[in-house]
């Protein structure tokens, strides 16, 4: 019984590759290379060029083989005719005495000068463009994408995105290779079929002429038609799959909302919509291979006509019949080959076309050319007449906006769903941008400093922290990158996530801080994920705190034994707490009480408590064990 194949893998564990004969090859396109600028072509062919420039020594070397594989394929039909010519003049004794030469450069032909080609086609396209080529796409595509701000992924879905990402790799390669390699062979092939029939009569040339003329007027009438569909089909293919991704990441709400019916006919209205797509794409399939049959029936016919006229004319010997024919069968089988390929260029250029519309996208919030990475702050926050509305939002929330938090300063931020404190976090982080107004931070405009100096200034810990899919000590260590695993251990210690940690395990066998928590940290309950959140943020131990709700996960034992911590945590920093449980951030130095985006109150727990009408006491008296009613504190 044979052994079970694998792929070794390095120190790192990636798969190794390292192999000095492949690498010479496979190493002449640097995937990684070239993502300065912050846009990419906004159309399909300037987006296909951008980057065929990038790897046009190999795509050079594309177009000189993609023509001698035509010529080569031509020739050995040339080649056929020839021998049965010789050996119709000689006989059985004398032929190699007198044909030799010619039958020893033929069969160098066949097996040195074809092989040559054909390995370089191969290893140009497999080995120099096809991996490190598609990579190059999808690398640059998904760092242009990750540069777009939050807003951006608030109107679409993950999994659509990423499958573009994915798609536009493979689309721009298959494009390119076709053009340069497939479509080129094939030209090439035609015009030295036409050559050569023309020679030996001109009516067959003039045959392959009108033949080639119908064959581009089919592919000019059918191919727009099949490219517009064939785009429409790539953006119904892409919603889809975003639709199977939202319902799977989501899958404990659909287990526990939906009885089947929902998402059975969502789902199956997507591929309901994908399916017509893809019936009228079979339609003009079908409407090309049919003209394509005709067509080469008729050039066939035609020749073979001539052929046979030819022969008992004495104008065409039988050489020559086996050389015109085998040509006219072999583009038979080319063009109907080459008719299929066409159609999977149209689908690929498609593919781009529909991936341009959301990785060639300027991103609405970009750091300035002059932007100057942030030092450690102290925490000075203002906000200086900013205003702010949503894009789909005619109504302004934020209207001249002003607020001072000072460094080291304990805020808590309180008020009913939709008066603004989520996103007066939001635009402190600069996820969003204010119309007008500026925001400062120590002084410094945040706009002028770069996103990523600014956002290494806080540290934030959300309601309903999102894990990576990866090990518990990677999340935790994910703001600050290259920490000791005793600094990993210290903060899950402080964040009393230790413990659980030890027993984690996932089903690949990994245990304790290896083990991987599943997409967006389903493996964990909730107030594993919080402890881990915390852990986090403990560790990057920036000079900015931001708790949104931190311990709303958490049972009330555990809560007490982090809320020490977190006071320690919080010594000498600048906290904004926004908080729905009232009771958790009573002791804060100031609280500030908002209402449909105004500022309506500020001071302690104790003086606003005191003004009886006021907002903060009115949450306060409908709380019940220290939380409160979800219909007006949760946002």
Same mark, same amino acid.
């Given at each position: ?82 021998? &049965? ?48 080529? !598609? ?7 998904? %760092? ?39 479509? /080129? ?16 009569? /001109? ?7 009108? /033949? ?14 099949? %490219? ?10 892409? &919603? ?24 059975? !006919? ?16 079979? %339609? ?11 067509? !080469? ?13 030819? /022969? ?92 001072? &938090?000072?460094?080291?300063?304990? +805020?808590? @931020? ?24 500026? @925001? ?39 703001? $600050? ?41 389903? $493996? ?53 707490? &926004? ?5 958790? +951030? ?50």
């Amino acid at each position: 019984m044979s052994k079970p194949f694998r792929m070794k893998t390095n120190e790192s564990g990636k798969y190794d590759t390292e192999h000095g004969v492949w690498n010479r090859f496979e190493r002449y396109i640097d995937p990684f290379s070239n993502t300065d600028d912050d846009v990419l072509p906004h159309d399909a062919w300037g987006f296909i060029f951008h980057f065929a420039k990038e790897a046009k020594g190999p795509f050079v070397l594309m177009l000189v083989i993609g023509g001698l594989v035509g010529a080569v394929d031509a020739s050995l039909y040339w080649a056929v005719g020839y021998v &049965i010519d010789i050996i119709d003049q000689s006989t059985p004794e004398t032929l190699i005495e007198d044909f030799g030469l010619q039958l020893l450069l033929i069969l160098g032909l066949l097996l040195v000068v074809r092989a040559v080609v054909m390995s370089g086609a191969a290893i140009t396209e497999q080995q120099v463009i096809i991996p490190r080529f !598609n990579t190059m796409v999808r690398w640059q595509s998904f %760092r242009r994408i990750i540069a777009q701000p939050y807003a951006f992924y608030q109107d679409d879905f993950a999994g659509r995105i990423a499958t573009k990402i994915i798609q536009a790799g493979e689309a721009v390669g298959d494009f390119s290779v076709t053009i340069l390699q497939s479509l /080129w062979s094939f030209l090439t092939f035609v015009i030295l079929t036409f050559i050569v029939l023309s020679t030996l009569s /001109w009516q067959m040339g003039l045959v392959v002429a009108v /033949w080639f003329a119908g064959y581009v007027i089919v592919a000019r009438s059918l191919l727009p038609k099949l %490219r517009a569909v064939g785009k429409i089909n790539a953006n119904e293919r892409s &919603i889809f799959t975003g639709r199977l991704v939202d319902i799977f990441t989501n899958i404990l709400t659909v287990k526990l909302f939906d009885s089947g019916a929902n998402e059975y !006919n969502g789902a199956r209205d997507a591929i309901d919509r994908y399916m017509s797509t893809i019936t009228f794409h079979t %339609r003009y399939i079908t409407l090309i291979r049919v003209c394509v049959a005709v067509l !080469n029936g008729l050039m066939m016919s035609a020749i073979g006509v001539l052929c046979v006229l030819g /022969w008992m004319s004495g104008s065409l010997t039988t050489g020559s019949i086996a050389a015109a024919m085998g040509l006219v069968f072999r583009l038979n089988q080319m063009s109907g080959w080459m008719m299929f390929n066409l159609n999977g260029l149209i689908r690929s250029f498609s593919t781009v076309q529909d991936a341009v519309e959301t990785i060639s996208v300027a991103p609405k919030i970009t750091d300035r050319p002059d932007a100057k990475v942030l030092a450690p702050v102290q925490g000075d926050i203002r906000f200086e007449g900013v205003t702010f509305n949503y894009e789909k939002s005619d109504v302004g929330l934020f209207d001249a906006l002003h607020l001072e &938090i000072k460094p080291g300063e304990k +805020i808590g @931020i309180v008020g009913p769903s939709g008066a603004g404190k989520s996103t007066l976090v939001s635009l402190v982080l600069r996820l969003f941008e204010p119309k007008t107004g500026r @925001i400062l931070l120590d002084g410094h405009d945040i706009n002028s400093v770069t996103q990523a100096s600014l956002r290494a200034q806080f540290g934030v810990v959300s309601q309903d922290p999102a894990l990576m899919h990866r090990s518990l000590a990677e999340n935790i260590a994910y703001g $600050k990158p290259g920490a000791s695993q005793a600094e990993i251990d210290e903060a899950a210690r402080k964040a009393k996530a230790y413990d659980f940690i030890q027993d984690a395990r996932d089903p690949k066998g990994r245990a304790g801080f290896e083990a991987h928590v599943g997409e967006r940290g389903i $493996k964990l309950s909730g107030g594993q994920r919080q402890r881990v959140a915390i852990a986090r943020v403990m560790l990057k131990d920036a000079p900015v705190l931001i708790l949104d709700e931190a311990t709303s996960a958490l049972d009330s034992e555990i809560e007490a034994a982090i809320q020490d911590n977190l006071g320690q945590l919080m010594e000498g920093k600048t906290v904004i707490a &926004i908080a729905h449980r009232l009771s958790t +951030i009573a002791q804060m130095d100031r609280l500030i009480v908002f209402d449909k985006g105004k500022i309506v109150q500020v001071g302690t727990h104790q003086s606003l408590l005191a003004e009886k009408n006021g907002l903060y006491a009115r949450l306060w008296a409908r709380q019940s064990g220290g939380f409160i009613a979800v219909s007006e504190a949760a946002e």
